[in-house]
């Protein structure tokens, strides 16, 4: 019922910042949890950010103090703003949405398509 769709990836030189955005139609997106994962080549899809229906946000240790998750309801989007960026964020990033506000991919229930974001040394 909730589509989601990610925008605003790109390529970026260490130290610069990037924002990216969640644009979700469908369902009540004021009542969902939102959350941003990414996934390197290789690896695990790891949780990012998150911010709850009330605005509540947490962030994984890697990226707390960089980046910063928020929401406009009234848009029903969702925001990535992400400063100091690192090589080693470098991943697709990928926005979901879930009745319950938890950090483990399988808890969400919609997803979507995501946008790379790569960055340079």
């Known amino acids: 019922q909730v589509q989601l769709v990610e925008s605003g990836g790109g390529l970026v030189q260490a130290g610069n910042s990037l924002r990216l955005s969640c644009a979700a139609s469908?369902?009540?997106?004021?009542?969902?949890?939102m959350s941003w994962f990414r996934q390197a080549p290789g690896k695990d899809r790891e949780y990012v950010a998150g911010?709850?229906?009330?605005?509540?946000?947490t962030y994984a240790d890697s990226v707390k103090g960089r980046f910063t998750i928020s929401r406009d309801n009234t848009k029903k989007v969702v925001y990535l703003e992400m400063n100091s960026l690192k090589p080693e964020d470098t991943a697709v990033y990928y926005c979901?949405?879930?009745?319950?506000?938890?950090?483990?991919?399988?808890?969400?229930?919609?997803w979507g398509q995501g946008t790379q974001v790569t960055v340079s040394s």
């Open positions: 979901a949405a879930g009745r319950v506000f938890v950090k483990v991919a399988s808890q969400y229930d919609y």
């Open positions: 911010i709850s229906s009330y605005s509540f946000t």
């Open positions: 469908g369902g009540t997106f004021d009542n969902y949890a």
